[in-house]
């Protein structure tokens, strides 16, 4: 069974950083793209980056410049550091990843982490 693990939200004052981290564990046979998204309430979850499994990376446009997505492929994990955060990051932050198990390609999802930005 694959699980994903976040780890890394908490509170922080606006313009200060954290830094997410999501270990996938279980058996499978390759991680392809790995994300982070983030669900405010009365909110839609929304992609905050993403990264492919050959280093290519996207953001939002709301956050980039501040955050920086990274994985290490031996760990399989993907990491989010968020710098110069703002009231508006406050999110649950998800954690998703394209595993492929034997010959099924699918999407996973962690648990979720809070963020919360103080003004």
């Known amino acids: 069974q694959v699980q994903l693990v976040e780890s890394g939200g908490g509170l922080v004052q606006s313009g200060g950083s954290l830094r997410l981290s999501c270990a996938a564990s279980?058996?499978?046979?390759?991680?392809?793209?790995m994300g982070w998204y983030r669900q405010a309430p009365g909110k839609q979850r929304e992609l905050v980056a993403i990264?492919?499994?050959?280093?290519?990376?996207n953001y939002a446009d709301a956050v980039k410049g501040r955050f920086t997505i990274s994985r290490d492929n031996a760990k399989n994990t993907v990491s989010l550091q968020m710098n110069s955060l703002k009231p508006e990051d406050t999110a649950v932050y998800y954690c998703?990843?394209?595993?492929?198990?034997?010959?099924?390609?699918?999407?996973?999802w962690g648990q979720g982490t809070q963020v919360t930005v103080s003004s």
């Open positions: 998703r990843a394209d595993i492929l198990v034997f010959i099924t390609r699918s999407q996973y």
């Open positions: 279980g058996n499978f046979f390759s991680i392809y793209n």
């Open positions: 990264i492919t499994s050959d280093g290519n990376t």
